[in-house]
């Protein structure tokens, strides 16, 4: 017979239990006991030998502990019948006592010759491996059974130590987010030190420009360099996606966009369609992690001539401002750069005249420009038309607050870069 007859008085489960207690020893450890007082968890005894008096009641148990040793063949084949109960009600059984020579079905595919004890006995297993496993079963228990349990209240102490280590964890996250704002400030920095600080400008021609960084740091970049006496290039390049990975991808395109060749003594001005052909090349060598591409447009005006020589990959289409004339796209074709190492750019050429305004810029500032339309092609927004005919440099003025009085939707904002050339 199992050992009961020292538990007399025994509550069966009402309401609501977390744990229920079965064993055949004089009463429960008390360190058990003590555990389950400390995190307020309900629970009740009852001896290995009554069980059948809950069996109706499986439903207001949340996981049982069983403590049952010396059993006999015939105790261990009822305690094995009763955990499968339990585990067919998705009742987390925790066995404390050792592991019996009784195969359990409904806890395997085929019958296995030791039983799912947690740890063999109670000395080898710790009150925090206990503690875990009691969370473990009645959140599975909660979820299966869809029980509404309501969490236990902290004690004072808990409360008072969860609350001296929020403090510490906010201070810290102050800290860290304070170094990274700097860090990424700084990072800015260095990227607009990679700007031009000043223009080529000269009697025939004068530059404006627009950089507004969505973030910190931008995804778009653009230059202008006299060449020589003779040759200005530059050029609005626009990096996909946003923050440090495109910021860094910018800095390349820097150093990669290679406007001319010098051997010995004598130089030779690449042509725009080889710029972008060679940057293209140098990018896809590159074999980026993330799939990372970009966008850009290269021109190269004779200030002599008046010549402007253009070549696009992938970017907005270059803008001609002649007069009181419609506003013109440049169309050109050009695939994105770094995506095939092999692919081919074209260039065309037009004469710029007095008074004829270039304008180059990212995808940030086509909103600002005008939209396309299927019916009617590019449609230029009033606001661009009614800015479109003053000096460049008091154009980009306007540009800019334009865009900094646009609403956006701060999952739309992107980086605003523009690049203008007026003809004096």
């Given amino acids: 017979m199992l050992k009961t007859e020292v538990i007399t008085a025994v509550e069966l489960p009402k309401s609501f239990t977390d744990v229920l207690y079965l064993t055949n020893e004089e009463e429960m450890p008390p360190e058990v006991k003590q555990l389950l007082k400390q995190r307020e968890l309900s ?7 009554r069980f059948s008096q809950v069996r ?11 403590n049952a040793k010396d059993l006999d063949v015939l105790q261990q084949q009822k305690l094995a019948q009763i955990i499968e109960s339990l585990e067919m009600g998705n009742i987390g059984v925790i ?6 020579e ?3 079905k409904s806890f395997s595919l085929a019958p296995a010759k030791n039983s799912f004890s947690m740890a063999g006995t109670m000395e080898s297993t710790s009150i925090d491996d206990l503690g875990l496993r009691i969370n473990v079963n009645l959140a599975y228990r909660k979820k299966s059974a869809r029980i509404a349990l309501k969490p236990p209240e902290p004690t004072k102490q808990v409360r008072l130590t969860y609350k001296d280590k929020l403090s510490e964890q906010l201070i810290m996250t102050g800290a860290l987010v304070d170094n990274l704002a700097e860090q990424l400030r700084l990072a800015g920095l260095v990227q607009q030190d990679f700007l031009p600080t000043q ?5 025939a021609a004068r530059w404006a420009t627009i950089f507004l960084p969505a973030e910190w740091v931008s995804g778009d970049i653009y230059d202008v360099v006299r060449i020589d006496e003779q040759h200005i290039g530059f050029y609005v390049a626009d990096v996909v996606g946003h923050g440090i990975p495109a910021a ?13 060749e010098t051997v010995g003594n004598n130089y030779r001005i690449f042509s725009p369609e080889e710029v972008m052909r060679n940057l293209n090349v140098r990018i896809a060598g590159q074999k980026l992690s993330g799939y990372q591409f970009a966008t850009c447009c290269y021109c190269l005006l004779n200030i002599k001539t008046l010549q402007l020589t ?3 990959a992938g970017h907005p289409y270059p803008i001609l401002i002649r007069g009181q004339d419609k506003p013109q796209q440049l169309e050109i074709q050009g695939s ?5 190492s092999q692919a081919e750019y074209s260039q065309k050429t037009i004469k710029l005249q007095r008074g004829d305004k270039i304008l180059l810029y990212s995808d940030g500032v086509e909103s600002l420009i005008g939209h396309f339309d299927d019916t009617r092609g590019f449609n230029f927004t009033e606001e661009f038309c009614e800015i479109k005919n003053l000096p460049v440099a008091e154009m980009m003025q306007k540009f800019t607050s334009l865009a900094q009085s646009k609403k956006v939707n701060p999952s739309e904002v992107d980086d605003i870069t523009a690049v203008g050339l007026e003809i004096l």
Avoid: E, H, W
């Fill in 336 to 340: 994105l750069l770094g995506i095939f």
């Fill in 248 to 260: 860094l991808l910018t800095i390349f395109l820097k150093q990669a966009l290679v406007m001319r």
């Fill in 95 to 100: 066995l404390l006592s050792n592991g019996f």
């Fill in 102 to 104: 009784s195969p359990v």
């Fill in 310 to 312: 253009y070549a696009r």
């Fill in 199 to 203: 223009m080529p400008n000269c009697d």
């Fill in 56 to 66: 109706d009641r499986l439903n207001l148990i949340g996981t049982v502990i069983i």
């Fill in 43 to 49: 629970y009740s005894i009852l001896p290995v030998d």
